[in-house]
């Protein structure tokens, strides 16, 4: 499936193809990432938060460039876990150490980028022409710089 929107902070940007697999709702942990039908559609969201009442499982879900999480999701909205992606011709599973390492290490650079994101956005009428752009740009580099380092150089 190909991403659309920047939610998902550095873990999965914008123009990722993400792929993922049905599993048993309570296999599903906090720190997942999960594709689910929410109220804007299909949604790919980090798990930050599980619940089980009388045999029902709810997930409190969040993007990584979120400030607050969307609230919960019931299991049967759930359609599985996000298993990987494919960026700029490399493919990524979040199997393994260095899988683990990458969700981890994207969702908290994404918060700490959160704030300069709320930051520009405030200065924004202080900026000179152009610089906006290039803070911009900088963040976005940041952001590629980041995959390319952990993710693998082949294809």
């Known amino acids: 499936m190909l991403v659309k929107g920047r ?21 599903i942990r906090p720190g997942d990432i999960i594709l689910y039908l929410g109220s804007g559609g299909l949604t790919v969201h980090r798990v930050i938060w599980k619940r089980v009442v ?20 019931e299991w049967r909205d759930v359609i599985g876990r996000v298993e990987g992606l494919k960026r700029e011709g490399h493919l990524f599973m979040f199997k393994g150490k260095r899988g683990r390492a990458y969700s981890l290490l994207s969702f908290l650079l994404s918060h700490f980028l959160i ?27 940041a952001s590629r710089l980041f995959a390319r380092w952990i993710l693998p150089s082949g294809g």
């Open 54 to 73: 009388e045999g029902r499982v709810d997930y409190l879900t969040k993007g990584d460039g979120s400030l607050l999480p969307d609230g919960w999701v």
């Open 7 to 27: 939610s998902m902070g550095l873990t999965i940007l914008e123009g990722d193809r993400v792929y993922w697999k049905r599993v048993d709702p309570l296999s």
């Open 115 to 141: 704030p300069l994101h709320l930051i520009i956005d405030h200065v924004r009428p202080l900026i000179p022409d152009g610089s906006l752009e290039v803070l911009r740009g900088l963040k976005k580099g």
